[in-house]
């Protein structure tokens, strides 16, 4: 374990930025984006949710992976390859890096999607515990806590008086704590008492938010029958806009479209973001499945809480940032969601 | 620096030609297709499926309808239905499209071996049958009895005609019962829908029933096997949702714990009945 004094913390920025893409969560205008070190916006360490989640480093909001030419019926096809050089996130909070997890499983099993691997190879993630959880995380309904080391952080930070504790955590990490040498400090004995107070404040205060207590357990794996509850389904989603809102600032979904941009005999093919909340999402020539948004909310609550559960080992598709409610216009909320449906059984 | 190892991406299509093209009724054409070398475009099981693309239109996913017995090629039996089906309908023979799979499970061959078979088409549906159909047909000993029930709405409609009229009526062993759904002239066969003649066929139900077809016919032909005494674990068929990626991480083709991507298109009918019902 090391320390970094925050007085130093523009420095080693500066160190980071001169051998890797380094980006910082900045905010402008009342959003606060993961950003590059050079663009505008002011770093804010503060503020626990990027608008936008990190899966969008990893599977970008649209990404073209085809160029094509047709000429007299034939085709000819460019690939489009992703660059190899490293790049650092630095202050991703646990329960955004915990849905690197989530999504690998779907990305990195047969057959390996080699644009998310290659985005996902080249990231260097240094995480930041959230020092004042907000009244809406209920990150720790998934065993996530502000202080939570995934498999996918690289290196951990802890603030804690004029310090940020530096724990490294892997090989990648390491190449970051070798470029800081000058600028990281030895830890004390007096600084693990101060960083021990601090860890137990956190959990406290976690312990103490309103939805900490929420029970996931009695909802796992029965589909059927929480499928069948029509009628609480109807309630829970009546007031649904099928914005799309839900899905888009969600760190877990993941279900994409893939089109076709067309020039004159030239184009591209691309993926993007697409949302289950959309009428046309399975739409087919004969006609729609899912015919009433019922249907849709439906879908997207029992693939985070039952479907991914059921096909990976019980986790969740859910991380529990609150972005979904914060942004629903109409407050729908999967906390309520997951209340009605465990009350209800 | 840039890798080259998304070339290998699923996601990333082959190139590949038509050899033929066969225009079987109005709407549906079945596309020979084949490796710019002129070899199979990729090894597959019948009921497994293939994606096409047609830049700038896009791609859209189909059962391929021969058997892996008929070596290199593969073929898809396609029915005009919106703008990508549309342009295959223009293509001729030399032009090239793009193509990636094979996608999905397959029909389970080694357990049909020794049993008798009773297939179930209703139009289209035909199409992903016939793969398994002649596969059966070119290793004709090793199964039992075979019956083919097919019907589509007019005599033009039916798919394969050479296949239904000529080549599998002359099989030893295979009878072949076709069906239209309203009179026509020149029709001397039966008139009414697959569900009924299958039922007034009345076959013993010591058989194994694969079933494709629209959903509608689907829906009433397990209905009415369960009525004459087939267990659902007797009864395969196929389901059919919009897919993009075709590997079951795209999320369109999501019922319940299943990708039909990935975990179909060919289901047992107990695993169906597991689903919710959404398909």
Known sequence: MKKISKNNLLLAWQKIDEKFDLFLPKSENGNVKFKNFEESGEVD??????????????????????????????????ITSVSEDEYVIFGSRPCDIKSLEILDNIFLREPVDT??????DRAI????????PESSCFCGAFEIEPTSVNKATDISLIEAGDFYYWNTISEKGQKITELLKDVLEEVSSEDLVVLNIEKDRIKLELEKLPLNSLDLEKIDGDLQEIFDKEKVWKELSRRCLACGSCTYVCPTCHCYDVKDYAGN???????????CMFSD????????PRTDQMQRVRQRFMHKLVYYPNNHEGTYSCVGCGRCIEKCPVHIDIVKVIKKLVVNK | MACTCHEKDPLVPKIAKLEFVRRDTPDVTTFRIVSPEGEAPFEFKPGQCAMISVPPLGEAIFSITSSPTEEGYIECSIKKCGAVTDYLHTLEAGDEIGIRGPYGNNFPIEELKNKDLLFIGGGIGLAPLRSVIN??????????????VYG???????????DIYNVWPAEKNTDVYLTVDREAKNWN???????????????DTNKVALVCGPPIMIKYVLQGLEEIGFKKEQVYTTLELKMKCGFGKCGRCNIGDKYVCKDGPVFRCDEITELPDEY
């Open chain 2, 152 to 162: 589509a709405r007019t005599p033009e409609d039916l798919v394969h005609p050479n």
């Open chain 2, 135 to 148: 596969y059966v047909m070119d290793r004709r000993d090793e199964f039992g009895k075979v019956d083919i």
């Open chain 1, 115 to 120: 644009y998310y691997k290659a985005h996902r």
């Open chain 1, 125 to 132: 993630i240094i995480s930041l515990a959230c020092k004042n």
């Open chain 2, 189 to 203: 066969g039966n008139v009414g829908f697959v569900p009924n003649y299958v039922k007034e066929l009345g076959f």
């Open chain 1, 265 to 275: 005999n030239a184009g591209e093919r691309f993926r993007c973001w697409d949302s």
């Open chain 1, 281 to 288: 999402f399975t739409l087919m020539a004969h006609g729609n």
């Open chain 1, 45 to 78: 360490l503060t503020t626990l949710k990027t608008s936008i989640p990190l899966k969008n480093f990893v599977f970008p909001q649209t990404e073209t992976f085809l160029k094509f030419k047709t000429k007299d019926k034939k085709i000819k096809f460019d």
